[in-house]
């Protein structure tokens, strides 16, 4: 049996950027995935980088730290990671007016403008205008997310890191300290895991007996295949009501309840989206539903059929594209902000999860989580411990 100052579990982005920066620290780490290409939040990601829509003070200087590293991630992981900065446009959904939408988003990093109908056909020529009562612009990032995974697994393994493919079956604990996990072929010790398991973290964590304020989406999309059609822009309708399921559905009063299997805790939503990747395939989304159990079944034929109609009426010859369903799962938190460190009265456990925007701080975050736990204070990162839901978690 080894033993790790680090095992970080969950190899997708944040597993894979967290454990990427506690080698470059020095730290001995253990990074666990379940398999080389897991179905995940980061695989079926859009890869989006909306450095520009934090609200709070953390957020927004986490945005502007995340997209300044991305500029040079690249040269950074000796990896391309098709980073790129678009257009985004936001065409207001129906039910919804333009100022309402465009007051909201006022105090963003960078607040959206509003711009044209005709500007925002002439940005993305293959926009069906009638769709359009109203377009608010902004400059986005995006990445491919899965190269940006596989660039600092790479990297991290070049500083000497390990990455191991199994199954996580378990924490083991004595009393109140987590020493190390369980794998379906042996047990690994650490003097720290880090949870970084996406929206099975809280699974995880309520298999060993350990409660936490984090909850999940159960997110589908289309994946189309590479075509020729050609999108200049990134397409997202306004508001993204995916925020506000988030929050009802990690009301307090809805917190009993997601221990319970088979419940489903607020109506599904679909926030339209539209995004082409440098190799041409194109994402198509997203429903969210709130299902407590991670492991719910829904109607794949249904959900596709309902992405398409919604996509189709602002792109309608993408969304007559050939591709196929998928679904994983998104973790969130209470108040949109992620879980970050120690979970209270539990020593060797922390958790680096719970992201509702994840690609565009998780790096300059997973730096600041490294250089904290070697010495160096760090001004944010307290903010975002979980132990400022020590309400619901007691």
């Known amino acids: 049996m080894a033993n790790y100052d680090w095992i970080v579990i969950g190899g997708g982005i944040t597993g894979a950027a967290l454990s990427y920066e506690l080698a470059r620290q020095g730290g ?20 989006g980088l909306a450095h520009w829509a934090g609200k709070t003070p953390l957020l927004k200087a986490l945005g502007e730290e995340g997209i300044q590293r991305y500029r040079i991630l690249s040269e950074e992981l000796e990896a391309d990671i098709h980073f790129r900065e678009l257009d ?18 006022a105090d963003c990093r960078i607040p959206p403008r509003r711009i044209s109908v005709e ?9 069906h205008p009638a769709a359009l009562e109203g377009v608010l612009w902004a400059r986005h990032g995006h990445i491919h997310p899965w190269l940006t995974t596989l660039a600092f697994q790479k990297a991290f393994q070049r500083l000497g890191g390990s990455l191991l493919l199994q199954t996580v079956t378990g924490l083991r604990r004595q009393g109140q300290h987590i020493t190390g996990v369980e794998t379906d072929t042996g047990f690994y010790g650490a003097a720290q895991v880090v949870v970084c398991a996406g929206g099975w973290t809280r699974a995880l964590l309520r298999q060993a007996g350990i409660r936490a304020p984090i909850y999940f989406t159960h997110a589908e999309s289309l994946e189309l295949k590479p075509a020729e059609v050609r999108l200049r822009t990134i397409v997202m309708s306004a508001p993204v009501r995916r925020l506000e399921l988030e929050r009802q559905a990690a009301h307090p009063d809805r917190d009993p309840f997601w221990d319970e299997p088979g419940q489903e805790l607020c109506p599904p939503i679909l926030d339209v989206g539209i995004l082409q990747f440098v190799d041409g395939s194109i994402r198509l989304g997203q429903i969210s539903r709130v299902l407590t159990d991670p492991m719910a079944e829904v109607d794949a034929a249904a959900s596709e059929a309902q992405i398409r109609e919604q996509a189709g009426r602002y792109l309608p010859q993408v969304a007559r594209l ?13 108040d949109h902000q992620p879980l970050v460190g120690s979970l209270p009265g539990w020593e060797g456990l922390q958790l680096f999860s719970g992201f509702s925007n994840p690609l565009a701080i998780v790096p300059a975050l997973a730096r600041r989580f490294a250089q904290q736990a070697y010495g160096q204070v760090d001004e944010w990162i307290p903010a975002l411990s979980p132990g400022r839901f020590v309400q619901v978690l007691s």
């Open 322 to 334: 050939p591709g196929r369903w998928y679904h994983c799962l998104v973790a969130f938190s209470a």
């Open 28 to 47: 001995s780490v253990l990074l666990i995935e379940k398999e080389a290409l897991p179905p995940s939040a980061t695989r079926y990601s859009y890869g």
């Open 88 to 105: 985004l446009l936001l065409p207001i959904a129906p039910g919804h007016q333009l100022e309402a939408v465009e007051a909201d988003l």
């Open 119 to 127: 500007t925002a056909c002439e940005l993305e020529p293959l926009l």
